[in-house]
């Protein structure tokens, strides 16, 4: 058996959306699975939709998703002249023709069909007709002779044998007028000049599927293997829309998201493995099957993102999930500020504090959010419900516990907890009395880490001037 060859082949016309995304992961996932390769192709033929910035932001996306390909990537536009090329191959082999009906006449075969209730479809008037009747200086389409009786059929990994018959697919443009390929031949051209062994792609191609296997018979090419994917919907079972998470990738990335947590996310959209939920790109890798890929449509949940999010945050390795974070900083809401920040003594602090963080945050935003108090600049800025702990009753016990912890001849987390214990108790107090307003004092927010943590993550320094500015 040759070694498989996937594509992903991406309109430049927008961001990588979620879809794609998932789309461009199975490719990838069945290329790494079977050790074979994934190739990139830029479907730009659309040249008034088609951007430069739309094909700088796939290739930016499915880079940041770990989602690399074979090779550089190919522009089907470049390609035009093979195209024809094969067009005319057809033309001459007598499975296609030249076409010299006018927009006039193309507009009546189509209300002729409406008013018989019938699918609008060329009528084949220049199929058998000589080119010599061609009107003067005209330029014909090509149009693939299809097959009028029978059936054409798709064999699909997914969707089973899918069976078109041949009178409802007509003999359609291959060709334009102006020498331009359609996006139904060039794909065909494409896939089989790259060697593509297998098309994994949304089940909304499935009828292109049954027509250009007709080109593919017509040139006694193999027919690529068909792995029709269902589409997403949102939560509602609704059609995918910005409203359900139908955004660019780049849009994850500014929510927070690691691009370990969308992979196993996307992948487990449409495809399983058992009951794992939590999968490594490893995992993934050794499991993906294409028959394993529902027929159903699956369903975009930003609650489960979110959790397993937070999962492979918890998972990561604290030095891991700082160079991540960290390298996430310029998409973040909160990032830039955040960087400007960080230099080398915030870097050592954040990754003490890392281990404690990462239990209470569910996306990098929140990450940096609840780190935020370790690179702040003095005096605090207090949330409003610190505020509300330090006022009056709050402010009378951190006067008291300063002296304790000047006393402290050792600055760890044990040593600092020790001390607050026996002050509380000295005091008759319940210990969140005497630990809540630290944790005020010390991060300006009434939820942190383990307040003795923060105490050895800060050191005594800054600890102690931070306690001393809400008391003044």
Same mark, same amino acid.
């Given at each position: 058996?040759?070694?498989?060859?996937?594509?992903?082949?991406?309109?430049?016309?927008?961001?990588?959306?979620?879809?794609?995304?998932?789309?461009?992961?199975?490719?990838?996932?069945?290329?790494?699975?079977?050790?074979?390769?994934?190739?990139?192709?830029?479907?730009?033929?659309?040249?008034?939709?088609?951007?430069?910035?739309?094909?700088?932001?796939?290739?930016?996306?499915?880079?940041?998703?770990?989602?690399?390909?074979?090779?550089?990537?190919?522009?089907? %536009?470049?390609?035009?002249?093979?195209?024809?090329?094969?067009?005319?191959?057809?033309?001459?082999?007598?499975?296609?023709?030249?076409?010299?009906?006018?927009?006039?006449?193309?507009?009546?075969?189509?209300?002729?069909?409406?008013?018989? *209730?019938?699918?609008?479809? %060329?009528?084949?008037?220049?199929?058998?007709?000589?080119?010599?009747?061609?009107?003067?200086?005209?330029?014909?389409?090509?149009?693939?002779?299809?097959?009028?009786?029978?059936?054409?059929?798709?064999?699909?990994?997914?969707?089973?044998?899918?069976?078109?018959?041949?009178?409802?697919?007509?003999?359609?443009?291959?060709?334009?007028?102006?020498?331009?390929?359609?996006?139904?031949?060039?794909?065909?051209?494409?896939?089989?000049?790259?060697?593509?062994?297998?098309?994994?792609?949304?089940?909304?191609?499935?009828?292109?599927?049954?027509?250009?296997?007709?080109? %593919?018979? &017509?040139?006694?090419?193999?027919?690529?293997?068909?792995?029709?994917?269902?589409?997403?919907?949102?939560?509602?079972?609704?059609?995918?829309?910005?409203?359900?998470?139908?955004?660019?990738?780049?849009?994850?990335?500014?929510?927070? %998201?690691?691009?370990?947590?969308?992979?196993?996310?996307?992948?487990?959209?449409?495809?399983?493995?058992?009951?794992?939920?939590?999968?490594?790109?490893?995992?993934?890798?050794?499991?993906?099957?294409?028959?394993?890929?529902?027929?159903?449509?699956?369903?975009?949940?930003?609650?489960?993102?979110?959790?397993?999010?937070?999962?492979?945050?918890?998972?990561?390795?604290?030095?891991?999930?700082?160079?991540?974070?960290?390298?996430?900083?310029?998409?973040?809401?909160?990032?830039?500020?955040?960087?400007?920040?960080?230099?080398?003594? &915030?870097?050592?602090?954040?990754?003490?504090?890392?281990?404690?963080?990462?239990?209470?945050?569910?996306?990098?935003?929140?990450?940096?959010?609840?780190?935020?108090?370790?690179?702040?600049?003095?005096?605090?800025?207090?949330?409003?419900?610190?505020?509300?702990?330090?006022?009056?009753?709050?402010?009378?016990?951190?006067?008291?516990?300063?002296?304790?912890?000047?006393?402290?001849?050792?600055?760890?987390?044990?040593?600092?907890?020790?001390?607050?214990?026996?002050?509380?108790?000295?005091? *008759?107090?319940?210990?969140?009395?005497?630990?809540?307003?630290?944790?005020?004092?010390?991060?300006?927010?009434?939820?942190?880490?383990?307040?003795?943590?923060?105490?050895?993550?800060?050191?005594?320094?800054?600890?102690?001037?931070?306690?001393?500015?809400?008391?003044?």
């Amino acid at each position: 058996m040759s070694s498989v060859v996937t594509r992903f082949a991406p309109s430049p016309t927008g961001f990588l959306h979620i879809g794609g995304a998932r789309t461009a992961l199975f490719n990838w996932l069945y290329a790494q699975h079977t050790g074979g390769r994934m190739l990139l192709r830029i479907e730009d033929t659309d040249r008034e939709r088609s951007t430069e910035a739309a094909t700088a932001a796939i290739i930016d996306g499915l880079t940041w998703l770990g989602l690399g390909w074979d090779g550089e990537p190919i522009s089907q %536009y470049a390609r035009a002249a093979r195209h024809r090329e094969i067009a005319e191959e057809l033309v001459r082999k007598a499975k296609a023709y030249y076409c010299y009906a006018t927009p006039a006449e193309l507009e009546e075969m189509r209300e002729k069909a409406r008013a018989e *209730g019938r699918p609008p479809r %060329y009528d084949g008037r220049w199929r058998d007709r000589d080119p010599s009747e061609a009107p003067v200086g005209a330029k014909g389409a090509i149009r693939i002779k299809a097959p009028t009786s029978g059936e054409t059929v798709v064999r699909d990994r997914v969707q089973g044998e899918i069976r078109f018959p041949n009178k409802d697919l007509d003999d359609f443009i291959i060709l334009r007028s102006d020498g331009n390929p359609t996006y139904m031949h060039a794909v065909v051209v494409d896939d089989h000049d790259m060697g593509v062994t297998h098309i994994i792609r949304g089940d909304d191609h499935l009828t292109n599927a049954a027509r250009q296997t007709i080109i %593919y018979d &017509a040139m006694g090419w193999d027919v690529p293997v068909m792995a029709h994917i269902p589409l997403i919907h949102g939560a509602d079972g609704a059609k995918l829309s910005k409203r359900h998470g139908a955004l660019g990738v780049d849009a994850y990335r500014a929510m927070g %998201y690691l691009p370990a947590a969308l992979r196993n996310y996307l992948a487990r959209l449409g495809w399983s493995h058992g009951d794992d939920e939590i999968m490594s790109t490893e995992d993934m890798v050794r499991w993906f099957e294409i028959e394993d890929v529902n027929k159903g449509a699956a369903r975009f949940d930003f609650q489960k993102l979110e959790a397993l999010n937070a999962v492979h945050m918890r998972r990561m390795d604290d030095s891991a999930l700082l160079e991540a974070l960290i390298a996430s900083l310029p998409y973040l809401p909160n990032g830039p500020d955040f960087a400007a920040r960080l230099d080398d003594a &915030a870097k050592a602090r954040l990754l003490r504090a890392m281990s404690g963080l990462k239990e209470r945050a569910r996306t990098l935003i929140e990450l940096a959010d609840s780190a935020a108090f370790l690179i702040a600049d003095r005096p605090l800025r207090l949330d409003d419900k610190a505020a509300e702990i330090l006022d009056g009753e709050g402010k009378a016990v951190l006067r008291r516990i300063l002296p304790e912890l000047q006393a402290a001849s050792e600055w760890s987390a044990g040593a600092t907890e020790a001390r607050v214990r026996a002050f509380a108790e000295q005091n *008759g107090l319940k210990l969140g009395k005497a630990a809540q307003p630290l944790r005020a004092a010390l991060t300006g927010k009434s939820t942190s880490p383990g307040v003795f943590d923060v105490l050895e993550v800060l050191g005594r320094d800054e600890s102690l001037a931070r306690i001393e500015d809400q008391i003044d």
